[in-house]
């Protein structure tokens, strides 16, 4: 197992929706593996180096990585990478707060009615709905052309209304 020994140092970074984040990285987490012993690469160290090779400068991702920031830009500047803009969603959890994932099995937007689910999204996000939209397409448009980031909830996590 390859660890990397990490240095007394403050990582500081601003998310576009939580305002500037501190973490003491030595002391809130220490010591991290970069590859386990049987050979692959852990979740930080690859990340990093796919974002940095695809020139990725912003990363959208949930509230549940926002803790992992601070080890990814630790790594970033000790191997020399640029650091991109960070923004975390709300994670969007089910009503005993697990979170909804292909991974926990959760139940898969239904690709014959998307509409539903992309309106319950977009009012989640605080995004402007367009009435007039008939299907998928035009509605995704119509709410990147609105967006606002200002608009999104500030909450770590939100649970699926029911409806």
């Not at 803009?85 to 998307?114: C, N, T, W």
Request: with cysteine; proline share 7%.
């Amino acid at each position: 197992t390859w660890r990397l020994r990490v240095p007394p140092a403050r990582v500081s970074f601003k998310d576009s929706i939580r305002g500037i984040q501190n973490q003491d990285v030595a002391r809130r987490v220490g010591d991290f593996v970069l590859r386990r012993s049987n050979g692959e690469y852990t979740y930080h160290l690859a990340v990093v180096v796919d974002d940095a090779a695809q020139g990725v400068t912003e990363v959208v991702r949930g509230a549940d990585l926002l803790s992992a920031t601070a080890r990814q830009i630790l790594l970033q500047r000790l191997l020399g990478l640029a650091i991109p803009r960070y923004l975390h969603l709300p994670l969007i959890v089910d009503e005993s707060g697990a979170k909804l994932s292909k991974q926990a099995r959760s139940a898969a937007v239904d690709p014959a009615l998307p509409m539903p689910t992309l309106h319950a999204v977009l009012r989640m996000l605080g995004q402007h709905l367009d009435p007039d939209a008939r299907d998928p397409r035009a509605l995704l448009d119509a709410a990147a052309s609105r967006f606002s980031l200002v608009a999104l909830p500030r909450a770590l996590c939100m649970a699926v209304p029911r409806y």
